[in-house]
């Protein structure tokens, strides 16, 4: 457009970053050696804010050897005449626009007014284009928070917390660096949370002491944030990553105390503003208000209690307090609801809300006992109804059943609200979802009669044949010790598969550069499961690839979990496989999403899986049908297992199963060119 209005060589738009003062080349054409130009900007930068008056706001140098304030570059393109026009919206300067002509002359007063003219129309769009990109921006901070909010609303463990959140922040804002770094009580010391992105291996998980002549130090004493455009022009910051250049730092605070703060750092001189601070400021109150909800459960629960009981014995003053109960009962992490005399809703909490499933306008003039299931032993609602009704507290579990018809688990305290004569006026029923820990004690009692079980019939054996060994006839004796050893396997089989779960419950370190290649984990299945095949009479066959294993890449798996995952697929196939049947196991590799995998698979035409037994078989201690009335020896852990470790290397498994045909199984694990 602007050759429309005049002739030039080269032109450029310099734009101004108000907060640093300083020009950047924002677009450009005919300009030559762009990054010599931008060094030239970078260290004449008031010269050239100055070289334009205001008024009027352009300049026309018509030849530049007459003029004593032009500058030389040396290496680049210098024009013989220039105009130089400030770029303003609503009086305030956002750039200048730089017009160059290598013919001296070309340029008067009168073409300086038009680029002026053309420079102000610029002006506007880009101020229109960055109002759009921030309307754009604000949108997707807020779009992230609530969606950063829905991934953490039922987190209770703070590390996840601080992992997920770290995740989706720096997927979409701050890519250099971004930190959690957790204070102690005493603010003495502080060290970096392993969520960390950007920060040196060396600092993270480190206690260091918490000084006051420091940025963290500063956000520490003040409880406000601390935002530096320059860090090299500030007195407290300490170097973590040499390439910084701009600093926020925000406190998390939790009722009225520091607990930390959150840091964010960029490679760019002056890459933050206000929005940012405003954004990470609220992020941080979000973070700060999941961790109070998560360290703080057993004493919410308390809370929940003594506000039951405060409601009830305040019933006459509720109309003066409702506002400030209302905000306390709307943020509480338990439900709670507000009965009449006749156990009619009259009030659910948000908390009450998301347990139940409901709409409020669902429940609210309702009878509260639609939500107790069926399954709720009368002895227990007798016992709640005569409770209450007698004005008396009554605390308990109970069944209920939300609006999609799934049953879960509530521990339960209720308080009668009563008038001056004694008068039951109503009920508060204060509520926690369990089902989380009742289906831990349903897991531990199965895992234990698993255990007992599996322990038994070894040991059992086990005694029998060191009776035998020691009065038994000594030509019967080998077989006695093969029975022997038989049983310890099994026993330390059994063993290493706790032993294994507890491990990968550890969340244990990947070692980004290890590598196995396929050929050797293949050999050394073959060699264990062969002579396996052999002894109980199932023909194994191992389906190499048509080409060489050395045209497959190498595994980025530990040797050790790619042989574990595969021991537990090979060891249920040939459990579920009866003499006389067939086992394969094949290999290959494909690209998958970009990215190098190889998949093994294991096929075998045993038992199969039942309908009801396929949904849980990854589920820890799950044993389906076909185990447990086959007495087949096990702990339910070897998929669990297996699905652990592949997971844990963004791997997946597939599997399908068709009753009295069979079951495959393939693993897809990541993997990498390089030469054997």
């Given at each position: 457009?602007?050759a429309?209005?005049?002739?030039?060589?080269?032109?450029?738009?310099l734009?101004?970053?108000?907060q640093?003062?300083?020009l950047a080349?924002?677009?450009?054409?005919?300009v030559k050696?762009i990054?010599?130009?931008?060094?030239?900007?970078?260290?004449?930068?008031e010269?050239?804010?100055?070289?334009i008056?205001?008024?009027?706001g352009?300049?026309?140098?018509?030849?530049?050897?007459d003029?004593?304030?032009w500058?030389?570059?040396l290496?680049?393109?210098?024009?013989?005449?220039?105009?130089?026009?400030?770029m303003?919206?609503?009086?305030?300067?956002?750039?200048?626009?730089?017009?160059?002509?290598?013919?001296?002359?070309?340029?008067?007063?009168?073409?300086?007014?038009?680029?002026?003219?053309f420079?102000?129309?610029?002006?506007?769009?880009?101020?229109?284009?960055?109002?759009?990109?921030?309307?754009r921006?604000?949108?997707?901070?807020?779009?992230?928070?609530?969606q950063?909010?829905?991934?953490?609303?039922?987190t209770?463990?703070?590390?996840?917390?601080?992992?997920k959140?770290?995740?989706?922040?720096?997927?979409?804002?701050?890519?250099?660096?971004?930190?959690?770094?957790?204070?102690?009580?005493?603010?003495?010391?502080?060290?970096?949370?392993?969520?960390?992105?950007?920060?040196?291996?060396s600092?993270?998980?480190?206690?260091?002491?918490?000084?006051?002549d420091?940025?963290?130090?500063?956000?520490?004493?003040?409880?406000?944030?601390?935002?530096?455009?320059?860090?090299?022009e500030?007195?407290?910051?300490?170097?973590?990553?040499p390439?910084?250049?701009?600093?926020?730092?925000?406190?998390?605070?939790?009722?009225?105390?520091?607990?930390?703060?959150?840091?964010?750092e960029?490679?760019e001189?002056?890459a933050?503003?206000?929005?940012?601070?405003?954004?990470?400021?609220?992020?941080?109150?979000?973070?700060?208000?999941?961790?109070e909800r998560?360290?703080?459960?057993?004493?919410?629960?308390?809370q929940a209690?003594?506000?039951?009981?405060?409601?009830?014995?305040?019933?006459?003053e509720?109309q003066m307090?409702?506002?400030?109960?209302?905000?306390?009962?709307?943020?509480?992490?338990?439900?709670?609801?507000?009965l009449?005399?006749q156990?009619?809703?009259l009030?659910?909490?948000?908390?009450f809300?998301?347990?139940?499933?409901?709409?409020?306008?669902?429940?609210?003039?309702?009878?509260?006992?639609?939500?107790?299931?069926?399954?709720?032993?009368?002895?227990?609602?007798?016992?709640?109804?005569?409770?209450?009704r007698?004005?008396?507290?009554?605390?308990?579990?109970?069944?209920?059943?939300?609006?999609?018809?799934v049953?879960y688990?509530?521990?339960?305290?209720?308080?009668?609200?009563?008038?001056?004569e004694?008068?039951?006026?109503?009920?508060?029923?204060?509520?926690?979802?369990?089902?989380?820990?009742?289906?831990?004690?349903r897991?531990?009692?199965?895992?234990?009669?698993?255990?007992?079980h599996?322990l038994?019939?070894?040991?059992?054996n086990?005694?029998?044949y060191i009776?035998l060994?020691?009065r038994?006839?000594?030509?019967?004796?080998?077989?006695?010790?093969?029975?022997?050893?038989?049983?310890?396997?099994?026993?330390?089989?059994?063993?290493?598969?706790?032993?294994d779960?507890?491990?990968?419950?550890?969340?244990?370190?990947l070692?980004?550069?290890?590598?196995?290649?396929?050929?050797?984990?293949?050999?050394?299945?073959?060699?264990?499961?062969?002579e396996?095949?052999?002894q109980?009479?199932?023909?194994?066959?191992?389906?190499?690839?048509?080409?060489s294993?050395?045209?497959?890449?190498?595994?980025?798996?530990?040797?050790?979990?790619?042989?574990?995952?595969?021991?537990?697929?090979?060891?249920?196939a040939?459990?579920?496989?009866q003499?006389?049947h067939?086992?394969?196991?094949?290999?290959?590799?494909e690209?998958?999403?970009?990215?190098?995998?190889?998949?093994?698979?294991?096929?075998?035409d045993?038992d199969?899986?039942?309908?009801?037994?396929?949904p849980?078989?990854?589920?820890r201690?799950?044993?389906?049908?076909?185990?447990?009335?086959g007495?087949?020896?096990?702990?339910?852990?070897?998929?669990a297992?297996?699905?652990?470790?592949?997971?844990?290397?963004?791997?997946?498994?597939?599997?399908?199963?068709q009753?009295?045909?069979?079951?495959w199984?393939t693993?897809?694990?990541?993997?990498?060119?390089?030469?054997?």
């Open positions: 457009l602007l429309q209005v005049t002739e030039y060589d080269a032109v450029s738009i734009l101004l970053n108000e640093t003062q300083t080349l924002a677009a450009s054409r005919g050696n990054s010599l130009i931008q060094s030239f900007i970078d260290d004449n930068t010269h050239m804010l100055t070289k008056p205001t008024p009027p352009w300049r026309v140098i018509s030849d530049t050897t003029d004593p304030s500058v030389y570059v290496g680049a393109m210098n024009a013989a005449s220039w105009i130089g026009a400030t303003r919206v609503k009086g305030r300067r956002i750039g200048i626009l730089n017009v160059d002509s290598l013919e001296a002359g070309l340029y008067d007063e009168e073409m300086g007014q038009m680029v002026a003219v420079a102000n129309q610029a002006a506007v769009a880009i101020e229109n284009t960055r109002l759009y990109e921030e309307t921006q604000q949108a997707e901070e807020l779009s992230i928070l609530h950063l909010g829905q991934a953490t609303a039922v209770l463990d703070i590390d996840t917390l601080l992992q959140t770290t995740d989706f922040i720096t997927a979409k804002f701050y890519p250099n660096l971004f930190a959690f770094i957790m204070f102690d009580k005493d603010l003495t010391s502080f060290r970096v949370h392993p969520s960390a992105r950007g920060v040196p291996d600092f993270i998980g480190r206690t260091a002491r918490l000084r006051k420091s940025i963290v130090g500063q956000v520490a004493k003040t409880g406000k944030p601390y935002w530096t455009n320059d860090v090299r500030d007195d407290y910051y300490m170097e973590v990553n390439l910084t250049r701009s600093e926020i730092m925000v406190p998390l605070q939790m009722r009225g105390s520091i607990i930390g703060v959150l840091n964010v960029s490679p001189l002056g933050f503003s206000e929005r940012d601070v405003k954004f990470l400021t609220t992020l941080a109150a979000n973070v700060t208000a999941v961790i998560a360290g703080l459960y057993e004493e919410l629960q308390q209690d003594q506000l039951a009981r405060q409601v009830a014995e305040r019933t006459a509720l307090e409702r506002d400030r109960i209302l905000a306390i009962l709307e943020n509480a992490g338990e439900g709670i609801v507000l009449d005399s156990a009619i809703l009030y659910a909490n948000p908390a809300l998301r347990q139940t499933g409901y709409e409020e306008s669902e429940l609210l003039q309702r009878e509260a006992f639609m939500l107790v299931s069926p399954e709720t032993p009368r002895k227990v609602m007798r016992d709640m109804i005569k409770t209450t007698n004005g008396q507290k009554w605390s308990g579990e109970l069944k209920n059943q939300r609006k999609d018809g049953q688990d509530v521990a339960v305290t209720v308080t009668p609200t009563l008038n001056k004694g008068k039951v006026m109503g009920y508060v029923a204060v509520q926690s979802d369990i089902s989380r820990f009742k289906e831990l004690e897991l531990k009692a199965r895992f234990i009669s698993n255990i007992s599996d038994r019939t070894p040991l059992t086990i005694k029998t009776s060994l020691e038994g006839k000594p030509e019967k004796r080998p077989r006695y010790f093969q029975v022997l050893h038989q049983e310890t396997g099994r026993l330390a089989r059994l063993i290493e598969h706790l032993l779960m507890s491990r990968l419950d550890a969340e244990f370190e070692d980004p550069d290890v590598t196995t290649p396929v050929k050797r984990v293949w050999k050394t299945l073959q060699t264990t499961y062969t396996l095949a052999c109980k009479g199932v023909a194994l066959y191992w389906d190499e690839p048509a080409d294993f050395l045209a497959m890449p190498r595994l980025q798996v530990a040797e050790r979990h790619v042989e574990k995952v595969l021991q537990q697929l090979l060891d249920n040939f459990a579920y496989t003499p006389g067939t086992v394969i196991v094949s290999v290959g590799a690209a998958k999403n970009n990215k190098e995998m190889v998949w093994f698979r294991v096929k075998d045993g199969g899986i039942a309908e009801e037994d396929r849980f078989i990854f589920d201690f799950y044993r389906g049908g076909t185990a447990r009335e007495n087949v020896p096990g702990t339910g852990l070897g998929l297992i297996a699905q652990r470790i592949v997971d844990r290397y963004n791997g997946r498994i597939e599997w399908d199963s009753l009295d045909q069979g079951t199984f693993v897809w694990l990541p993997a990498v060119w390089e030469a054997e």
